[in-house]
Structures are given as C-alpha cells and as structure tokens.
C-alpha cells in the first residue's frame, strides 16, 4: 500500500513559480513505482501532466507542458516534486500525484493505482 500526500499548491500571478511536493509513504516508493503528476481543472478531464520512472528517473512531460514544468524526485525523502515555472491562467486545476506498477512513462489515468487528495493550484491574469 502507498500513501501519496501533495502540498505546495497555492495562488500565484501568471508568469510566476511554485513547487509542489508529494511525499509517499513505505519503504523503496521510487525504486517500486513510478510517480506521476495530473491535473485536473473545472469541467474537465484529469490530464497527463508528467512521470519519472523508477531507478534511472527517466522523466516524461505531456507536451503542452513541457518546457515549464520539471518533474524530480528524492528517494533518501521519498518525495517527488513539479517544479512549475511560468505559470498561465490555464495551467490553474487541481494537481494530482499518483503511483503505477508500469514501467516507463505512463500517461493514461487507469495505469496509476494509487492517488494523493490533491493540491490546489490557481494562477491569476
């Protein structure tokens, strides 16, 4: 069993920066899974936003993020973050961390078993 808990979301002004955090309980979390962010924002679907996979911490970006966004992970604090840096309106959702058996960079909603509760993210014009 993982325990994902997200922190770091807040309100910020566009073309600001913010971290966000996801700390995982159990032991190996980052040599067992891969982490992953997605967002979701009002009325909308919960989006790929970025993964970084086990061991070598290969990382993937949705494309329409990448560039701004960076995804790392800590496994001595058994953390992983998204580095958001200039931030748009459409960027404001709530930001999801989450955990998959599968390798590589999965994208899809349904290869992550297990969630955090999410942190709200909202960027100002």
């Known amino acids: 069993q993982v325990q994902l808990v997200e922190s770091g979301g807040g309100l910020v002004q566009a073309g600001g920066s913010l971290r966000l955090s996801c700390a995982a309980s159990?032991?190996?979390?980052?040599?067992?899974?891969?982490m992953g962010w997605f967002r979701q924002a009002p009325g909308k679907e919960r989006e790929f936003v970025a993964a970084?996979?086990?061991?070598?911490?290969?990382?993937y970006y949705s494309d329409s993020m990448k560039g701004r966004f960076t995804i790392s992970g800590d496994n001595a604090k058994n953390t992983v973050y998204l580095q958001m840096d200039s931030l748009k309106p459409e960027d404001t959702a709530v930001y999801y961390c989450?955990?998959?058996?599968?390798?590589?960079?999965?994208?899809?909603?349904?290869?992550?078993?297990?969630w955090g509760q999410g942190t709200q993210v909202t960027v100002s014009s």
């Open positions: 989450a955990a998959s058996i599968n390798y590589g960079g999965p994208k899809l909603r349904n290869d992550y078993g297990y």
């Open positions: 159990g032991r190996s979390t980052f040599s067992s899974y891969t």
């Open positions: 970084i996979s086990r061991g070598i911490g290969r990382q």
